[in-house]
C-alpha cells in the first residue's frame, strides 16, 4: 500500500527558511519521479518542484530560486527546503509520485500534507 508522509511545516515569518521532508513507501522509490504539490483552500493543488529519480529538478516558477528539491533515495525520502518565504507561499504542502501525463500527483491516496504559513 502506498504511504507518503509529510512533515517539517511550520509557522515563519516573511523571509525566513524551512525543510519539508516526506517519506514514500508501498511503491519503488528510487525510480520514481517524485514532487512537491501545494494547495491552500478554493484553490486547485499546484506542482512547486519536481525532482527526478537521477536527482535533477525542475521547480514552478514562483519559487525558482527560492526553493531547492533533494532527493535521498536510501532513505526513500524528499526533502523541499525553503528560503526566502513569502506570504504567499502559505498553503499546505503534499509530496507524491509525479504524473508526467496529468502533471500531478500519481497516487489517489495523499498523505494529510504539511501546513507551511509565512506571515508576520
Known amino acids: 500500500q502506498v504511504q507518503l508522509v509529510e512533515s517539517g511545516g511550520d509557522l515563519v515569518q516573511p523571509g525566513g527558511s524551512l525543510r519539508l521532508s516526506c517519506v514514500g513507501s508501498?511503491?519503488?522509490?528510487?525510480?520514481?519521479?517524485m514532487g512537491w504539490y501545494r494547495q491552500t483552500p478554493g484553490k486547485e493543488r499546484e506542482m512547486v518542484a519536481i525532482?527526478?529519480?537521477?536527482?535533477?529538478?525542475k521547480y514552478a516558477d514562483s519559487v525558482q530560486g527560492r526553493f531547492i528539491a533533494v532527493r535521498d533515495n536510501p532513505k526513500n525520502t524528499v526533502y523541499l527546503i525553503m528560503k526566502s518565504l513569502k506570504p504567499e507561499d502559505t498553503a499546505n504542502y503534499y509530496c507524491?509520485?509525479?504524473?508526467?501525463?496529468?502533471?500531478?500527483?500519481?497516487?489517489?491516496?495523499w498523505g494529510q500534507g504539511t501546513q507551511v504559513t509565512v506571515s508576520s
Open positions: 507524491n509520485r509525479h504524473s508526467w501525463e496529468t502533471g500531478g500527483g500519481l497516487y489517489e491516496n
Open positions: 508501498g511503491f519503488d522509490f528510487s525510480t520514481s519521479t
Open positions: 525532482t527526478l529519480s537521477g536527482g535533477s529538478t
